[in-house]
């Protein structure tokens, strides 16, 4: 048992943060045999939603006109602008670089012919197993919508046959807009009306309950925008108290809220056309008070939110922190977020999801973390040894596997 001292201290946090499998709470991914719902290569990679906004910051084309044309072609011009007529500094753009170069292509080729060729001679099921193992990601939660009739397809005729790819029941269309929505529950086969009466409330329970058994869902899953509260007399509020929570807390799942997303501030950008603003944590600190027995995955997107959102946590241990959810996975911001995390709430958080969209996202999102992540812990450990505390390599083995995956499947309170 190795005690650590000033000298092999960065050495062993960097190699335990470098080798840790890592379970990947949150992502967009699917698996291979959801046909064109799994997307990989870089044409996916460099049509981004991330890589579309930043494109429109210099191109001066019409939206419609970007968007009518093919994806190799969206992708071609994504390259020139971001790559060739500008140097790729941005998160989303070196993330890119980052993909091509631990696949081992040549990033000064600046060919996207040679970056597709490369790629497409690789069998796919060799190449995913390849990105897993690159990434050091040993499992991904998925974003799964039964109200998406292409998913639910998917579902209803295949299901998931790779165990590595978990699911999570997203209730976005529920709870979001269900004035909109509830005819795609009696679709579905559910007597539901426009109004919550209790007849409602117990189909849309059993709605729940069914898909959560169908896709053996991990967690429920919603986004919620920065004017989310409850209590309220509104859908998202009612249905919320009245199906999810009771349902969440008889299956015993946690329900993870993703809060501060402004939807479509500029609806000609498509995916690209989301922002953010600042929430109010009395919404959580009511549902973590009045739901002991229920537990909640928290991330908020607003900057402004994260350091009442780790006081929020030390008053409730039914609330797990997680991630620098997108506009937040920016180096700086995750190294203080990080930082501020540690110091606050220990190691009982869950710092980083990677929010993959595209297969290889897996790579470039936990490299960039890895690294950050080894820094901050770094100086922690640092302090302990100034303090005279002697940490062994196991422990500190120990605590990054807490913060990579045991802390969620702990919280979830299932095994991997
Ligand atoms: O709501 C979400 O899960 C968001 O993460 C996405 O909708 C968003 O488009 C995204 O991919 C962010 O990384
Ligand atoms: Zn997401």
Known sequence: MAVINQDNLTMVITKEVERVQVTDIHTHLYPPGFGDMFLYGIDELLTYHYLIAEFFRYATMDYEKFFSLSKMQQAELIYQTLFIKHSPVSEAQRGVLTVLKELGLDVNKRDLRVFREQISIIPVMEYVNRIFALAGVKEVIMTNDPFDST??????KVGNKDPRFKAALRLD????????????????????????????????????????????????????PPDFTVPEDSYCSRILELCVLPICKEVKIPLALMIGVKRSVNPYLGLAADSLGKADIRSIEYLCRTYPENKFLVTMLSKENQHELVVTARKFRNLMVFGCWWFLNNPDMVKEIT????????????????????????????????????????????????????VTEEEIKRDIEDLFSNNFWNFVGRNS
């Not at 998913?151 to 209803?156: F, V, Y």
């Not at 679709?187 to 209790?198: A, F, M, Q, S, T």
């Not at 709605?207 to 991990?218: E, G, S």
């Not at 490299?367 to 450990?381: D, E, M, P, Q």
């Open 151 to 156: 998913e639910r397809q998917w579902w209803e």
């Open 173 to 224: 269309p529920l709870l979001n807009d269900y004035e909109k929505n509830y005819k795609e529950l009696i679709k579905l086969g559910y007597r539901v009306d426009r109004c919550l009466d209790e007849n409602t409330i117990s189909e849309i329970k059993r709605y729940l309950k069914d898909w959560v058994k169908k896709i053996n869902a991990v967690y429920m899953a919603v986004s919620l």
């Open 339 to 390: 930082s501020m995390r540690l110091d606050t709430l220990g190691l009982s958080f869950i710092p980083q999801h990677s929010d993959a969209r595209v297969l290889e996202h897996l790579i470039y999102k936990w490299v960039h973390f890895r690294k950050i992540i080894a820094g901050v812990l770094t100086k922690k450990y640092q302090l302990l040894l100034e303090n005279g505390w002697r």
